[in-house]
């Protein structure tokens, strides 16, 4: 399948729409249920400090999705991303309170390759810290 956006309409340096993905502790718990990772990093805050971290912390392939729909809302079909990789630079540090962590992504057309594909860059900040980085998408539009 392919997106639903004409190759031959996008710019490089095209902006994507940005989003914001609220993260709070029931949203770990979902994802854990989900994913069946239930390493006590993700829930349990006691655990999270003893090993060195600030506090319970986002699963990283939960923060990688989240991520991924700011590229497959703009491209409308998630099929079309035919590459995807990040690394992990920082954690999501989810506080055990009413509002949570927020990730903020934003994403930008970098570069069109062959086939009708454009490689798009995105920026992945949780509390003002990049949380991904290298995070890039190859997508192929119609």
């Known amino acids: 399948?392919?997106?639903?956006?004409?190759?031959?309409?996008?710019?490089?340096?095209?902006?994507?729409?940005?989003?914001?993905?609220?993260?709070?502790?029931?949203?770990?718990?979902?994802?854990?249920?989900?994913?069946?990772?239930?390493?006590?990093?993700?829930?349990?805050?006691?655990?999270?400090?003893?090993?060195?971290?600030?506090?319970?912390?986002?699963?990283?392939?939960?923060?990688?999705?989240?991520?991924?729909?700011?590229?497959?809302?703009?491209a409308g079909d998630p099929a079309a991303v035919v590459e995807y990789g990040v690394r992990f630079t920082k954690p999501v540090v989810v506080p055990d309170d009413d509002t949570g962590a927020l990730v903020e992504v934003s994403a930008k057309v970098a570069a069109k390759l062959d086939d009708n594909k454009v490689r798009v860059d995105l920026t992945v900040t949780s509390a003002g810290q990049k949380v991904l980085g290298m995070s890039r998408a190859v997508v192929r539009l119609a």
């Open 1 to 74: 399948m392919t997106a639903k956006i004409a190759y031959d309409e996008v710019e490089v340096g095209a902006e994507l729409p940005a989003q914001s993905f609220p993260v709070t502790r029931e949203t770990l718990v979902r994802y854990a249920g989900a994913s069946g990772d239930f390493n006590p990093i993700h829930w349990n805050e006691r655990f999270a400090v003893q090993v060195g971290l600030p506090d319970v912390i986002a699963h990283g392939m939960f923060t990688m999705a989240e991520a991924a729909r700011v590229v497959t809302d703009w």
